[in-house]
């Protein structure tokens, strides 16, 4: 997600020094892949990260995109552009479909929401894309 | 290669798959389809040994769970912990802010740096697609590289790296200027060569040629010559 290999090895690392004190058995790899994400997330959120991230992005570490939103790579770019945009639940399933690749019975049963409400999210990203193509544009 | 023969393998099952390779239908999949081949391929050629965690001085929750649970103080006295680790991270803070540890040889400490602020340098050595921090024996093979960290404010920070025995450096490190961050990586690689101690010196200014703080170590060659 974050194209940066320093960058991912740093969010990983934090979040097991972050989990030893208190770590215990419901820590499984699902818990893990979510706090991840929640944390590259947050750095993609920040502004400064953000540049320095975009700047630095790795071409070696280019996605190999086989799951496309509106014919479109997901990038570091249009993560950021739509972190302004939508909430966490939403930016969860963007991850999660156009990043991670899983499709909406495994997004469903990862986040714990219906197939229904992974649908009704993934159409309200389609919308914001648009939207925001749209402001390009103009 | 990016479209799939069909709905993709997504990456956490390939993850999965890649640790035991256990599921037929992935396995099959795989085999007829390019695409997810290719990311399986990606996922198990991208190793990456994290560096040691390191516990600071100053963050004394941080201990092992076994110890953790050892020391679990019974409920009577539980109201004490938080009086005792607020003493005890004060006097670790005095303690530290007192009586700084000198550093061995200037990499992983803080360098005041004028223009851009502390610096911190580390030398980083991978071995057979291992990465150690703090190494300082080389053999054949390793590469070195600089990792730099600098206030983000600072808008870069000028590297320059010199290794003393220069007939036995095979690719220098060039000059470079790098935007601040956390944990910059200096672009390219060096290796050591021959058969005695060699002095490496990173250093760190606001602009090329500038004045600025230097960190330097010895690399002694693995065999011990």
């Known amino acids: 997600m974050l194209r940066s290999r320093e960058d991912a090895v740093d969010v990983v690392h934090t979040l097991f020094a972050d989990l030893l004190p208190t770590w215990n058995s419901d820590v499984d790899l699902p818990y893990l892949h979510r706090a991840v994400t929640n944390r590259c997330l947050n750095l993609v959120r920040d502004r400064g990260t953000r540049a320095r991230l975009l700047e630095r992005e790795q071409v070696a570490a280019a996605p190999i995109g086989r799951v496309r939103l509106d014919d479109e790579i997901v990038g570091v770019a249009l993560l950021a552009a739509l972190a302004d945009r939508l909430d966490d639940p939403h930016l969860q399933i963007l991850v999660c479909r156009f990043v991670d690749d899983m499709t909406q019975d495994e997004i469903a049963a990862h986040l714990a929401v219906s197939r229904k409400t992974v649908g009704k999210r993934l159409d309200r990203i389609r919308e914001a894309v648009i939207a925001l193509r749209r402001e390009e544009a103009s | ?225």
Not at chain 2, 100 to 105: L, Q, S
């Open chain 2, 1 to 225: 290669m990016t479209a799939c023969i069909g709905e993709p393998i997504s990456w956490p099952r390939l993850e999965r798959f890649a640790l035991a390779a256990g599921d037929p239908a992935i396995a099959a999949h795989v085999e007829a389809c390019p695409a997810c081949r290719q990311c399986l391929a990606q996922i198990q050629g991208d190793v990456v040994e994290l560096p040691p965690l390191v516990m600071r001085p100053g963050r004394p929750g941080v201990v092992a769970p076994e110890l953790a649970r050892r020391a679990a103080p019974s409920a009577r006295w539980r109201w004490l912990v938080p009086v005792f680790a607020t003493a005890a991270a004060a006097v670790i803070v005095l303690i530290v802010v007192r009586r700084p540890a000198p550093p061995i040889d200037g990499f992983g400490a803080a360098i005041g740096v004028k223009g851009v602020g502390e610096v911190t340098l580390e030398l980083v050595r991978e071995r057979a697609g291992a990465t150690e921090l703090d190494a300082r024996r080389y053999a054949p093979g390793d590469r070195w590289k600089v990792i730099v960290s600098c206030p983000p404010r600072a808008a870069a920070v000028a590297i320059d790296v010199s290794v003393d025995d220069g007939l036995t450096v095979d690719h220098p490190l060039a000059p470079a200027q790098l935007a601040c961050g956390n944990r910059v990586v200096v672009p390219g690689a060096f290796t050591v060569t021959g058969a005695r101690p060699n002095r490496v010196c990173v250093t760190a200014a606001a602009a090329p040629g500038a004045e600025g703080g230097t960190a330097c170590a010895t690399l002694e060659p693995a065999d011990g010559r």
